[in-house]
């Protein structure tokens, strides 16, 4: 046993014969990049035949970095993100993005840099010398690439896994330390030899080591985004992806999507070509992004129109750009299961747009359909497992790797329900996340009526004596006058059932944890709050009791950030608690109200909305949604502008009318900020002409 996996057992029963066949292609991939990068030809190999984003030289072949990344996929991926873990690349805009250590250098000084430490870097790996490695500075800025070019040119000496976490996280199941600042190769070399030294694997292949390992031990998300993907308007490009086993899309003008290093930066360009287009550039640029790094493995669904499933599929390759396709260029390759094609009998309103995030739970009612039964009964299939929605498995591993965390945002984009969401997964009641809302608010319910987990709001007067002990007016008193009796807080009686039942979670959910004043609440039991300070005993000053909070306690905390910003709690706060950021959601509004689409409004608003206030005050998706839905209706549009937006947004600018116009534009005077009068009818155009039709802003 090691950490408490058997791998031994695992080892033994798995099917070495079955990676015979990828052995077989990882070598000809190898062989391949041999006879087209001989070892002794990259003294002298030009950079063109290197890098990234340019033409390579007639009948040469791929570039090295493009053969490494897209070409070898049996030789181990280093697929996802961007080219920059190439260390050097030539972006679409003309200019050489360069590592830091070569940033102001001539490209082909650069180059020679470069090219100099591979080749010290072969040499020193064939002389034996692998210490030699950690002096290349240049090098570490490209682990991933290094690490499986040292594979792939030295296969007696590396394994073909190269992620530095994925390796941290194999020399650990193997009972190795990993060093917290060692580079992909040194932990590959770590892995290797741990690997030499079980018996388990005498014998192995680095290939059949390293599908094991990611068979069983797989480090990555345990559950990723389900994409939905339009192949064309209406599907009318959907047999030539069947047929061809991809899924690809347009904005052909942007090039190759590897070479955009963030959001940021392809929504810059989004901007250069599609000018004020439609609102949701960045929105838009987050899930080109999303789709460039699908991973094989993940899942996706082709649709048409709203109501229609043509496929669910796997992603089982690469992206690639492919600049001679007429039309969408962009492609991933996606092993395709027709079988699960379907009418839908309710029109998924967020699907109008070629990208679209499906629910888990909505995914397995589209897998699990057959001829005689209906998609949509709204029930779990029995021996389906249940798989986690990405947001509820982040906090979770937070959890676990924290003890406690607080999940913080703009009010409105769902901290609360992710928490009890969080909640009900750690009750054993994931199977309820997808369910509709009258079903999950009766579980939670009854969760919460349990002894095991609790919800409790902070409030300016909450305090010590609510939360850990003090004494309180003792009602069942008989006698005269006002008696007083010690009395447990919530957190002392959760952690006093925790500390009798060791061999479960419990779990406290404070809502608007930054009401209260924290250092005060928790006292002296915020350094018990580490993991590692768990059951260390102390002294409570009010009863002299001993106390300590036992390890099988964990604290999720929700705060609004227009109420008071991170930057404003306690330190030692701070510091015993994981922050995850809960942000607009445009992809939650998906749909249309007449004219208005509802995503692009929610983004623009937001972007006017950060310029003139800052990201803090935002709107959260949730007053654009109605039972978990995205409003649909004018009469719903209009109250949720004049009711929820209209008056959060006049709050926030302390009437000040100006501030109002600049972030609302037309629908307010600009001398009064009085709202504009409209009709729900005229209400949807108005907000489409202001903030989706690429009109300017009141102060463009």
């Given amino acids: 046993m090691t950490g408490g996996v058997d791998v031994r057992a695992a080892a033994a029963e798995f099917d070495r014969r079955a990676v015979a066949e990828i052995e077989s292609a990882a070598e000809d991939e190898r062989k391949q990049v041999l006879s087209l990068f001989p070892l002794e030809e990259w003294t002298g190999l030009p950079l063109e035949r290197y890098a990234l984003g340019q033409a390579a030289p007639s009948g040469s072949g791929p570039a090295y970095c493009r053969l490494m990344e897209f070409g070898t ?30 940033r102001g250098m001539d490209p082909q000084d650069a180059w020679a840099e470069l090219r100099g430490q591979f080749v010290r870097a072969f040499e020193a790996v064939g002389a034996g010398d692998f210490e030699a490695l950690d002096d290349l500075e240049v090098l570490r800025f490209g682990p991933t690439l290094v690490t499986k070019s040292l594979a792939t040119y030295f296969p007696q000496h590396f394994l073909p896994i190269y992620a530095a976490e994925h390796l941290r996280r194999f020399v650990t ?25 079980r018996v388990e694997f005498e014998g192995w292949t680095g290939q059949e080591v390293m599908r094991f390992l990611y068979t069983h031990f797989d480090p990555r998300p345990r559950q990723r985004t389900i994409w939905k993907i339009a192949p064309g308007e209406r599907g009318r490009l959907w047999a030539e992806c069947r047929d061809g086993g991809f899924i690809c899309v347009g904005w052909g003008e942007l090039g190759d999507l590897g070479q955009y290093q963030s959001d940021t930066e392809l929504k810059q360009a989004l901007d250069e070509h ?54 969408f260029p962009q492609v991933v390759s996606v092993n395709w299961d027709v079988s699960h094609a379907q009418k839908l009998s309710k029109p998924q309103h967020g699907w109008r747009s070629t990208f679209a995030k499906v629910d888990p739970a909505l995914f397995t009612k589209f897998t699990a359909h057959h001829a005689d039964s209906s998609p949509d009964t709204g029930q779990a299939q029995a021996g ?42 750690l009750a054993g009641r994931a199977d309820v996340l997808g369910a509709d809302a009258r079903q999950r608010a009766e579980t939670q319910a009854q969760m919460l009526h349990g002894d095991r987990i609790h919800l409790v709001t902070f409030h300016p007067s909450y305090g010590y004596e609510d939360f850990v002990e003090g004494f309180k007016p003792d009602l069942s008193a008989t006698g005269p006058g006002l008696t007083l009796a010690l009395a447990d807080g919530l957190f002392h009686t959760l952690c006093s059932r925790a500390a009798t039942h060791p061999e479960q979670t419990f779990l406290l959910v404070i809502d608007e944890i930054n009401r209260g004043d924290l250092p005060r609440i928790f006292g002296e039991l915020i350094t018990l709050l580490e993991l590692d300070k768990r059951n260390l005993p102390v ?47 445009p992809d939650a509004v998906s749909g249309t109200v007449g004219p208005l689409d509802l995503a692009a409004f929610f983004e623009s608003l937001n972007t006017r909305i950060t310029r003139h206030l800052d990201a803090d005050h935002q709107i959260g998706h949730a007053y654009l949604l109605r039972d978990g839905e995205p409003i649909a209706t004018e009469e719903d549009l209009a109250a949720a502008i004049h009711h929820d937006v209209i ?16 972030v609302l534009g037309g629908l307010v005077d600009a001398d009064t900020g009085r709202p504009v009068l409209m009709s729900s009818q005229d209400l949807a155009d108005a907000l489409a002409t202001e903030f989706t039709s690429g009109a300017p802003g009141p102060d463009a």
Wanted: glycine share 10%.
């Fill in 73 to 102: 996929p049996h030789l181990g991926s280093i697929k996802g993100g961007s080219a920059a873990k190439h260390i050097m690349y030539h972006h679409v805009s003309g200019e050489w993005r360069l590592a830091a250590p070569l």
């Fill in 274 to 327: 599609w000018p004020r287009s439609s609102g949701g550039s960045l929105t838009l640029a987050r899930r080109l992004l999303a789709f460039r790094d699908l991973e094989a493995g993940d899942q996706v669904v082709a649709n048409r129109g709203m109501d229609e499933i043509l496929a669910t599929g796997t992603v089982d390759g690469n992206y690639r750009f492919e600049p001679d396709r007429p039309e």
């Fill in 539 to 585: 002294s409570l000053p009010v009863s002299k009791r001993r106390f300590s909070v036992p390890p099988n306690v964990r604290i999720i905390g929700t705060m609004n950030t227009a109420d008071r910003s991170i930057s404003h709690l306690d330190a030692a706060v701070r510091r015993r608690f994981a922050f995850l950021p809960v942000g607009p959601d």
């Fill in 384 to 425: 389906v497992p249940v798989t986690l929605p990405e947001d509820v498995q982040a906090v979770l591993d937070a959890l676990e790797r924290k003890g406690q965390v607080i999940l913080h945002g703009p009010p409105g984009t769902g901290k609360t329900r992710l928490a009890l969401g969080a909640a009900l997964a």
């Fill in 173 to 197: 199941l193997l009972g190795g330390a990993a060093d917290a600042d060692a580079p992909a190769w040194r932990r590959n070399r770590q892995l290797r030899e741990l690997v030499g030294e």
């Fill in 647 to 662: 008056p959060l947004l006049e709050d926030y600018c302390l009437g000040r009318a100006d501030l109002l116009h600049r």
